[in-house]
């Protein structure tokens, strides 16, 4: 009577005024055994059965876990997999349970990722694909299972699906295309989700131990880091050559004047993050995704402008090669110009400025420094040293110091109208200045020494006193560089 007993419990607890009798009855624990049963109908009822009592109630389903549910559903997954009925009672079942960091540890012990990539393949309608993308999304939190996942080749079907999705205008396939590209965000940096370029930093506290970025403090450790990079940056490879750069780019070009932009933000998203690791830079730009992202910006959207310019950030870090491609192009150059103009966007103002002083920081090129001087970019780089953020002061004291070593003499004039010398100054005489934006505001200053006008500036604006105070400095890599721009600035 077993199955029959199953069925009826599944039906009785559709009402939502029965579950708390089922509860008190122990009715849950009778039924966990039924899902070693052979029989498909007996753990079909079961199955529905367990799901509808436990369905919101965590305490329950920690019990669940606790004894052993999780490889029973895995289980049910793996043998029945061609049965529709038990593998959507087993998918909602991972589905309710897969927020638990008990579920996810103990699917980690499993082959699901195996599982749930056939499921993929096999999903023949929307609801199918939305439930397993929800239970994917839960599980790609997880270090251990988000490495599954990838090794089980979810990538290449989440690829699959947006080829196969691409160019439809019908609202189904529209959610999916973004849960699929939320989907490789998560996979690509996990619950970080990183969109800027991150350092280990140490404190006296508890050294080499937190990852920052310029939001703040992120919690993890120096092990998961090297764990979230280093599966990150082969995925992101795979995806690159899977061609899913090319299907992201064309998805925003269909959206780009769209009102709803929640699947442009999901597709940046992922293409900003695909932009991270060097060895997708490269191929990114073989295929010529910088013109392409270039074209974009012809959005009205301030959001889509500041992913844009984000990812075209990411392109240019690092790579001299994109940063002259895009140091050459007078169209974008007099862009963001513009935009280092407007302030009603602070995020676009910020974003602008820091494109601009990657491709500065990152070419080699004279031909780059002119390009950038004939667009009146200059003085928004010398502005950007007093930026509040000191992040973006070292990023354009860098940008400068590259661009003095390749071709002062035509950044010369600039400097004196912008006031560099007296901005530099400022910094170092400042007592809330870092030491590492005092360290490159000096090596910026040697490099300015090397014109003779710009010396004069700098002898007249008393800025040896300064440099001798700096000499005791409590931080030892700023006290050094005092002592060798004094010695510069001597001509010793």
């Not at 939502?16 to 079909?44: F, G, H, N, W």
């Not at 009592?53 to 049910?76: A, F």
């Not at 500041?306 to 950030?313: D, I, M, S, V, Y």
């Not at 002898?459 to 050094?480: I, P, R, Y």
Request: with cysteine; hydrophobic share 45%; aromatic share 2%.
């Amino acid at each position: 009577c077993a199955v029959k007993a199953a069925h009826v419990l599944s039906e009785i607890a559709k009402n939502e005024e029965m579950k708390k009798p089922c509860i008190e009855a122990d009715v849950v624990p009778a039924l966990i055994p039924l899902l070693e049963s052979r029989d498909q109908e007996t753990l079909l009822h079961a199955g529905r059965a367990i799901g509808r009592i436990c369905y919101d109630n965590r305490d329950l389903q920690e019990e669940l876990v606790r004894v052993g549910v999780i490889p029973s559903l895995v289980q049910i997954l793996t043998d029945y997999a061609e049965s529709e009925p038990l593998v959507h009672v087993a998918l909602l079942a991972l589905y309710n349970l897969a927020d638990l960091d008990t579920a996810k540890e103990a699917l980690s012990k499993t082959k699901v990722a195996e599982q749930l990539v056939k499921q993929l393949r096999r999903a023949e309608n929307h609801e199918r694909l939305e439930i397993v993308f929800e239970v994917l999304q839960a599980l790609a939190e997880n270090d251990a299972l988000k490495v599954q996942l990838v090794e089980a080749g979810v990538p290449e079907v989440l690829s699959e699906i947006l080829l196969r999705l691409q160019g439809s205008s019908q609202a189904e396939d529209t959610c999916i295309v973004k849960a699929a590209s939320d989907l490789i965000v998560s996979l690509l940096l996990g619950e970080l989700s990183l969109s800027t370029p991150i350092f280990l930093a140490s404190n006296e506290r508890n050294t080499n131990r937190f990852l920052i970025s310029e939001s703040g403090f992120l919690k993890t450790d120096k092990k998961n880091l090297g764990l979230i990079l280093s599966m990150s940056n082969g995925n992101c490879l795979r995806m690159v050559q899977l061609g899913v750069i090319h299907q992201l780019l064309d998805l925003l070009e269909k959206h780009v004047q769209s009102e709803d932009t929640s699947v442009q933000h999901a597709a940046l998203s992922a293409l900003q993050n695909l932009a991270i690791p060097v060895v997708s830079k490269v191929q990114m730009l073989e295929e010529g995704v910088a013109e392409r992202i270039e074209t974009l910006l012809r959005s009205e959207s301030p959001p889509v402008q500041f992913k844009l310019l984000g990812t075209l950030r990411m392109l240019a870090d690092g790579q001299a090669d994109a940063a002259e491609i895009l140091g050459q192009d007078p169209t974008l150059l007099n862009r963001l110009v513009q935009w280092c103009d407007v302030n009603e966007h602070t995020g676009i103002h910020g974003e602008a400025n820091r494109l601009l002083a990657s491709i500065m920081h990152h070419n080699r090129s004279q031909e780059v420094v002119k390009a950038i001087q004939e667009a009146q970019g200059v003085k928004h780089l010398v502005s950007m040293t007093t930026s509040e953020h000191a992040a973006m002061q070292n990023e354009a004291l860098n940008a400068l110091a590259v661009a003095s070593a390749i071709d002062l003499e035509t950044l010369e004039e600039s400097f004196k109208e912008s006031q560099l010398v007296q901005s530099l100054h400022k910094l170092l005489q400042d007592d809330h200045t870092t030491p590492e934006a005092k360290y490159n505001s000096m090596g910026l200053l040697c490099r300015l020494l090397n014109s003779g006008d710009l010396r004069q500036e700098i002898e007249a604006d008393k800025m040896k006193e300064t440099l001798e105070q700096l000499c005791s400095h409590s931080n030892a890599n700023v006290a050094k560089a005092a002592v060798t721009t004094l010695e510069v600035l001597k001509g010793e």
